[in-house]
């Protein structure tokens, strides 16, 4: 079961560092998403494969835990342990979710945040790595990355895992 609040909590309180129990890249938010994935309970799968499941184990990790286009590729496939189902608009969110994002429109997915609160409109509020951010606005119109041709994609989180 994922429990949406513990993986809050967690984005909550490294937003703007880094836990010590896991590694740390540069670029960082994909690494932080799957770091609050997991305090929420989702399960890992696929080790030793890199490039298959999504997990952290042993020094390494597979592709998916760290890459944003990646991590996108696997919850909007995966069909074991951690699932998510797309949809059409931030309003659906709800806090743990997820939503990636296209700066160029080129279907290379560049950025990953997790839905942390709402506004008062009931619009998504993120946390993100690499430029730490915290209960952010979620289309990220103020960002220098940010470009017209801009793409998302929206990710509820199934609560039950398989």
Partial sequence: MYSRE??????????????????SFDV???NYISQ??????????GY????KGWWLQ??????????SHSLHWYV???????????VSSPYELDLGDLIFY?????????HSTIVTAKDINGAPLVNA????????TWDYKDSYAWRESAQYAFFKINDNFS
């Avoid at 030793?48 to 490039?51: L, Y």
């Fill in 6 to 23: 513990a993986a809050v909590r967690y984005a909550d309180q490294w937003w703007n560092g880094r836990n010590p129990a896991y590694p």
């Fill in 58 to 67: 042993g020094g390494t990790w597979s592709f998916s835990w760290s890459v």
């Fill in 76 to 86: 909007a496939g995966s069909k074991k342990g951690l699932t998510a189902k797309k």
């Fill in 28 to 30: 960082d938010c994909t």
């Fill in 129 to 136: 790595h690499t430029y730490d951010a915290y209960h952010r």
């Fill in 36 to 45: 609050c994935l997991r305090a929420g309970g989702a399960p890992m799968y």
């Fill in 102 to 110: 296209d700066f160029q429109g080129d279907g290379r997915y560049d």
């Fill in 48 to 51: 030793p494969n890199r490039g």
